[in-house]
């Protein structure tokens, strides 16, 4: 029951009903205030009722109702892959199975078995990943290659910018190496973050680039995603 102030209590507002997490002690203030962003954000509580690995499966739900991506039998490489919600989305579209598994995904962190996926647990930055992505690969080609890898940010905004360029960098030099022809490429960026020699690259290699900010990605979040699509192919290997 609430405590008297002298107010009257009316209906509350959505205001009133946001969970409020106190700074414990050995939490730092960020720590804090991140968890209670988590506590209210309304794509996570969705998540966890619908059965997603996190909120991130909502950005390639909504990516692929725009511009469809996903189709029946496709062949998928997932970068950045953990927890493992763009993969189970991927799976369930493109009816990858434990039997004929068409995704492989790769992080740095261990996840727990998606079924249809091939889960490398290895840093996409080391010398012999690309190899291994290869090798799980069984001598497909990949139709689409996703990244929602973000490098972990030091607060030098330089340093950071710098940091993003080189993975995304590294995941397009990827994506060329393994798509199809016609394949689709898709990785997050920050706005700012996007060089003007990677997006020279990318139109050299795709018929068409553009940038899209799914709903699902917070308002208040630098990030958008960057879309390469018809992958002109490498010509006779």
Known sequence: MAKGTGEGIGRRTDRDLKV????AKGRKVGSTLWLQRQLNDPYVAKARAEGYRSRAAYKILELDERYKLFKRGQHI???GAAPGGWSQVAAARIGSTDENPLIVGIDYLEMDHIPGVI???KDFNDEDAPAA???AMGGHKADLVLSDMAAPTTGH???D??????LVELAADFAIRVLNPGGTFVAKVFQGGTEHELLGMLKQHFNTTLHAKPKASRADSAETYLLARGFKGNGPE
């Open 161 to 166: 910018h710098i940091r993003i360029i080189q």
């Open 20 to 23: 409020r997490v106190k700074t």
């Open 133 to 135: 992505l290869v090798a």
């Open 77 to 79: 490489v997932d970068l």
């Open 157 to 159: 905004r330089a340093t």
């Open 119 to 121: 889960l490398l647990q």
